[in-house]
């Protein structure tokens, strides 16, 4: 059974740094895509990184020049590095990734992890 087991998150002041990671665990062939989305009350799920298998890279602009994604060199775990974090950043913090599991052959799902809650205040 595969999961993702995310860690970090918290409470920060504003102007403060975070840091989160998340983890693939379980029976898989590879992992694509790894992201991180994120839902504030009251709206929608939202992509605020991903880093494909190799290296690159997309931002949502509300964090480009403050967030940093990576991944471990086996590509298993992705980080979110958060930097001058603001209010508006607050929300639950969600881990994606695109794995692929034998069933015959290889096939590739989408599979989230619980959450981290990410609070800043002013």
């Known amino acids: 059974q595969v999961q993702l087991v995310e860690s970090g998150g918290g409470l920060v002041q504003a102007g403060g740094s975070l840091s989160l990671s998340c983890a693939a665990s379980g029976s898989f062939f590879s992992i694509n895509t790894m992201g991180w989305y994120r839902q504030a009350p009251g709206k929608q799920r939202e992509l605020v990184a991903a880093?494909?298998?190799?290296?690159?890279?997309n931002y949502a602009d509300s964090v480009k020049g403050r967030f940093t994604i990576s991944r471990d060199n086996a590509g298993n775990t992705v980080y979110l590095q958060m930097n001058s974090l603001k209010p508006e950043d607050t929300a639950v913090y969600y881990c994606n990734a695109d794995i692929g599991v034998f069933q015959l052959t290889v096939v590739f799902n989408s599979y989230w992890g619980q959450g981290t809650q990410v609070t800043v205040s002013s």
């Open positions: 880093i494909t298998s190799s290296g690159s890279t």
